[in-house]
């Protein structure tokens, strides 16, 4: 069997919107392994950019669970007052502003005006129907998005960690995919890809139902000078910790958050076991 590739920076990249669940310590536990075994440094990058649902309790969990499941990390913040100071994705803002203008700068962006209702009435299956594509609405009027357009024709090879290499076009779930919200904000595939890049990460453990994402922002990276390096990082994409329904676990779902489990008594050595089913 030959040995296990090397690789500089792997990332915990928890969003602080409710206490983590069982789902998040997987992937954590995960990540962490795959450093050990591949001598890649893991950065701690907490994804706070939505503010109205980032609450200071829900980033003091990220830090306790970690610590609790001793899950370690070699980059990043080691407490609130230090994530808030530095490490806060606000203090970002100006490379993903750089990165929404140089978009705009190619013309590949258009402005959508439209309502996730409106959205959701006119789509099939869930994807963006395209109503505002050829408008030609300014990007400067006001509540009105950014998105990128995807129509232009564009093979997307993935490098995997555990299985070859996928090549194949973007999925229509993330069809003109949107990089600048209507209340002005940068929109996750946007940030995610920068701080990926800004942080030199090359190694990307995350879920299953992050797949298309991860192939919006290699689309993305192809349009952003310096993004080939994301699109050489290597990918892998884990089975989801699911409920006994079979449904991917949410924050809201308390009976499985750590916090919930550690007041239960569990120790770190159960909560582990009770991943053992996932592969």
Request: charged residues 25%.
């Given at each position: 069997m030959p040995p296990p590739p090397n690789f500089i920076r792997t990332r915990i990249a928890p969003t602080p919107s409710g206490y983590l669940h069982l789902g998040n310590a997987y992937s954590f536990r995960l990540t962490a392994d795959l450093a050990r075994r591949t001598g890649a440094r893991i950065l701690l990058r907490i994804d706070?950019?939505?503010?109205?649902?980032?609450?200071?309790?829900?980033?003091?969990?990220?830090?306790?669970?970690?610590?609790?499941?001793?899950?370690?990390?070699?980059e990043g913040p080691r407490g609130t007052a230090e994530f808030g100071q530095t490490w806060s994705q606000l203090r970002r803002m100006?490379?993903?502003?750089?990165?929404?203008?140089?978009?705009?700068?190619?013309?590949?962006?258009?402005?959508?005006?439209?309502?996730?209702?409106?959205?959701?009435?006119?789509?099939?299956?869930?994807?963006?129907?395209?109503?505002?594509?050829d408008k030609g609405l300014s990007l400067d009027l006001p509540d009105v998005s950014w998105r990128v357009r995807t129509d232009m024709q564009k093979g997307l090879?993935?490098?995997q960690l555990h299985a070859p290499a996928f090549s194949g076009p973007l999925d229509n779930s993330v069809k003109d995919f949107v990089v600048k919200k209507k209340d002005g904000s940068p929109a996750y595939q946007l940030t995610s890809l920068v701080d990926d890049l800004h942080f030199?990460?090359?190694?990307?453990?995350?879920?299953?139902?992050?797949?298309?994402?991860?192939?919006?922002?290699?689309?993305?990276?192809?349009?952003?000078?310096?993004?080939?390096?994301?699109?050489?990082?290597?990918?892998?994409?884990?089975t989801l910790f699911t409920d006994a329904g079979g449904s991917k676990l949410s924050k809201s779902a308390g009976a499985a958050s750590i916090q919930f489990l550690r007041r239960e008594g569990k120790t770190p050595a159960e909560i582990f076991g009770m991943m053992g089913q996932i592969r």
């Open positions: 706070d950019l939505d503010q109205d649902r980032a609450e200071e309790r829900y980033i003091q969990d990220i830090f306790d669970t970690l610590q609790f499941l001793d899950i370690p990390w070699d100006a490379l993903y502003r750089q990165a929404l203008e140089e978009l705009r700068r190619q013309d590949v962006l258009f402005a959508c005006a439209c309502s996730r209702s409106q959205i959701a009435r006119e789509s099939v299956g869930g994807e963006y129907p395209g109503t505002c594509r090879t993935m490098q030199g990460v090359d190694l990307i453990v995350r879920g299953q139902d992050l797949w298309s994402s991860t192939l919006a922002q290699l689309y993305l990276a192809e349009l952003l000078p310096g993004g080939r390096a994301f699109a050489n990082a290597v990918f892998h994409h884990h």
